[in-house]
């Protein structure tokens, strides 16, 4: 059977995409478990961002994303959306330094 390239790598970015996602949920629920102080650090840390976002726009821009944030419970979203992008750039970089290291084949054949 085969499969199109394309189709194979949708499936590979879609996998990458809901692992991420799902390990930064079991990451944030083992530390409501076993380390609260580190997510009540991460809630305080997001909304000091918010605020210090919403406090660089102009007056009815920067109060109406603030109200949007943290009153129709955009914060929650934010927050966990946050979190998965930290996860993603974490796995990135352990990737790229995972394939940048010396392969045995490569240094077999340059002692010829």
């Known amino acids: ?8 790598n949708w499936v590979r970015i879609h996998v990458f995409r809901v692992s991420t996602a799902g390990v930064t949920l079991l990451l944030l629920g083992l530390s409501f478990l ?3 102080d580190l997510l ?3 809630l305080r840390t997001t ?3 918010v605020e210090a976002v919403s406090g660089l726009l102009p007056y009815p821009w920067g109060d109406q994303f603030e109200i949007a944030l ?9 927050q ?8 993603r ?3 990135w970089f352990a990737a790229v330094c995972w394939r940048r290291r010396p392969s045995k ?8």
């Open 70 to 78: 943290r009153g129709i419970g955009g914060s929650f979203w934010f």
């Open 105 to 112: 084949r490569r240094l077999k054949t340059d002692d010829f």
């Open 80 to 87: 966990i959306t946050l979190a998965i992008i930290i996860v």
């Open 47 to 49: 909304m000091g961002l």
């Open 40 to 42: 009540t650090w991460w």
């Open 89 to 91: 750039v974490v796995v």
């Open 34 to 36: 076993y380390r609260p």
């Open 1 to 8: 059977m085969h499969i199109h390239p394309e189709l194979n």
